[in-house]
């Protein structure tokens, strides 16, 4: 989702005193939301529809209603409107929900004033994903078909490809080809076909075009030679991903100019990789030119990354100053790797909530998906498995979205940190598009629970040596004592190793006093949360065991008022 209250201009309208102080909260959060003034509300109201990309009025949904509704016209071009009563209790988002992001501003707006959200948008009310949601063009009967899929009605999904689409409800019955029908359908195509009172098209971003041009050519010219290109191919212009050339087009007016318009980026290659692409139109003129014997050809192959998977679906066409080629490329694959926080639903990101709806399979161990399960989507497939297999699990996930499917491969903590990420990206290739979604690792959880241990450079050490031998685990926490770093522990302690943590808090205790604090945190954030208190010299580690984080502060590291708080070393502290 994004963040709204940075990327939007929101326009605030207010008619009484505690609707403009509600109205200044909002203005003082958010670097682009503005209150507008006007000679009466209701024209403030006018004027902030006109010049804002969503408006927040705090007035009653009647009046709102009445002044708008002249103004409307299309629900993709009109700007979102969020509704907040006199008490800020509810924020309604009354248009624009999906198309212009009124519900996600909704939301935003009931965080900051602390109201209820009020969705009414019939997908988001029931947990189904919006065709309009899914980040892609959508034309057709997006309505009726979406009112089918709400229905239960059989839907028919056509795909011409393994697009990473989320998770959809069993009545959306994937089928290998169109047979005739009067039944709904989705189709996910990026070629021009005929669109019924019952039938959805999703665009998938498929489709390059190469881009070469003499220097000065007009934007104009570049634009209907593409238009035509497609046209004449049934390509939709709305699967564009991209426009490509070579570097020394990159400030070639026309043809940013005609990439600007299309709302895509212009990707740009140097000459001596566009040199390297098997072509079947080369040109020694071009080569003699610019030193590549193609550039709209080899540059549509190319695509924006670079990958080997393109298919060439219409040679260079040239006009006067312009030459186009259009390439097809494969579906990437989406790996999300999700970190869900130590264990509490309110320390799990918004970022890893969205992460888990918008994918079709979700992968990871059995007791964490326990712990998500109420907010994956119906329909989404769970890969779970035990303990010990994390391998497995990481294989598991790449090869789904090396299939073109959109994947969640979740972990606790953050997923970077002793956990998932690290597994999985030894195994994911440049077939996948990988998505990192940080979590509250369980060293943070245990720091707040604690106090402020970690309030100057600290280290993290696994005692586990299942993957690393002892000899090099000893050589770290060593160089940790040696450098005084605050030092945490994870894995510190289980049935079958015993012994470690003792070990290491020896090493530790030769470098630091007897007295320095040690800090132990079990279950941090879930049920059994336990936090425990001792030093160096007291510690028994028969208490602690794998659910533990133990944390070891530095000589300057002190107990105040029963917290342990590391110094910063401030100046004025002296």
């Not at 996910?188 to 005929?194: A, H, L």
């Not at 039938?199 to 035509?228: C, D, F, K, M």
């Not at 049934?234 to 400030?251: E, I, M, N, T, Y």
């Not at 161990?365 to 326990?370: F, I």
Request: net charge negative; hydrophobic share 50%.
């Amino acid at each position: 989702m994004p963040d709204l209250t940075v990327t939007t201009r929101v326009g605030l309208v207010a008619a009484t005193a505690a609707g403009r102080r509600h109205a200044h909260t909002v203005a003082a959060a958010w670097p682009h939301a503005r209150v507008v003034e006007g000679e009466s509300v209701a024209d403030a109201l006018r004027t902030a529809w006109a010049r804002y990309d969503a408006v927040v009025a705090f007035l009653a949904t009647g009046a709102v209603v009445r002044i708008l509704a002249p103004l409307l016209d299309d629900k993709r071009t009109d700007p979102a409107v969020v509704v907040v009563d006199e008490a800020a209790r509810h924020a309604v988002a009354l248009l624009g929900g999906h198309a212009g992001g009124g519900n996600d501003l909704a939301e935003a707006v009931g965080a900051l004033l602390d109201a209820r959200p009020v969705i009414t948008t019939a997908t988001d009310a029931v947990g189904l994903p919006g065709l309009d949601t899914l980040g892609w063009p959508v034309q057709g009967a997006v309505a009726a078909v979406s009112r089918a899929i709400l229905d239960g009605e059989p839907v028919r999904l056509i795909v011409d490809a393994d697009w990473p689409l989320p998770a959809l409800p069993p009545n959306v019955r994937a089928v290998d080809e169109d047979v005739p029908g009067d039944g709904y359908r989705v189709l996910v195509t990026d070629r021009v076909v005929p669109i019924d009172g019952r039938t959805a098209v999703l665009r998938p971003p498929s489709l390059v075009a190469g881009v070469g041009a003499s220097r000065g050519v007009p934007a104009a010219e570049v634009a209907e030679l593409l238009r035509r290109v497609l046209a004449e191919a049934g390509l939709d212009p709305a699967s564009l991903r991209c426009l490509a050339s070579a570097d020394v087009k990159a400030d070639e007016a026309g043809i940013r100019s005609t990439a600007d318009a299309l709302g895509v980026p212009l990707v740009t290659w140097p000459a001596t990789r566009l040199a390297t692409v098997d072509v079947p139109n080369p040109s020694e003129v071009v080569r003699a030119a610019v030193g590549t014997p193609s550039v709209a050809e080899a540059a549509a192959l190319l695509g924006p990354d670079g990958r080997s998977d393109a298919t060439l679906l219409v040679g260079k066409t040239a006009t006067a100053m312009a030459t186009v080629a259009v390439a097809r490329h494969a579906p990437r694959g989406r790996l999300a790797v999700v970190g869900l926080g130590p264990g509490a639903a309110d320390l799990r990101t918004p970022r890893a909530v969205a992460e888990l709806r918008r994918a079709a399979v979700v992968v990871g161990l059995d007791q964490y998906l326990d712990q998500v399960r109420d907010v994956l989507r119906p329909g989404t497939r769970v890969l779970s498995s035990g303990l010990g297999a994390e391998e497995a699990r990481a294989r598991a996930a790449v090869d789904e979205a090396a299939a073109g499917r959109a994947v969640a491969l979740i972990g606790s903590g953050d997923a970077g940190v002793y956990a998932m990420a690290s597994p999985a990206l030894e195994y994911a290739d440049e077939r996948i598009d990988v998505v990192g979604v940080p979590g509250v690792t369980a060293a943070l959880a245990a720091g707040a629970l604690l106090g402020a241990p970690l309030g100057h450079d600290h280290a993290y050490v696994s005692l586990s040596d299942l993957h690393t031998p002892w000899e090099v685990i000893e050589r770290r926490v060593t160089a940790a004592a040696e450098g005084d770093f605050v030092t945490l522990f994870y894995n510190p302690r289980s049935r079958a190793r015993d012994w470690q943590l003792g070990k290491a808090l020896g090493i530790l205790a030769a470098h630091r006093p007897p007295d320095t604090p040690v800090g132990v945190v079990r279950n941090a954030s879930r049920r059994g949360e336990r936090v425990h208190l001792a030093t160096l010299a007291t510690l028994d580690p028969a208490i602690v065991d794998m659910y533990s984080v133990v944390v070891v502060g530095n000589s300057d590291t002190r107990l105040v008022a029963g917290r342990m708080v590391t110094p910063r070393g401030y100046r004025w502290r002296s």
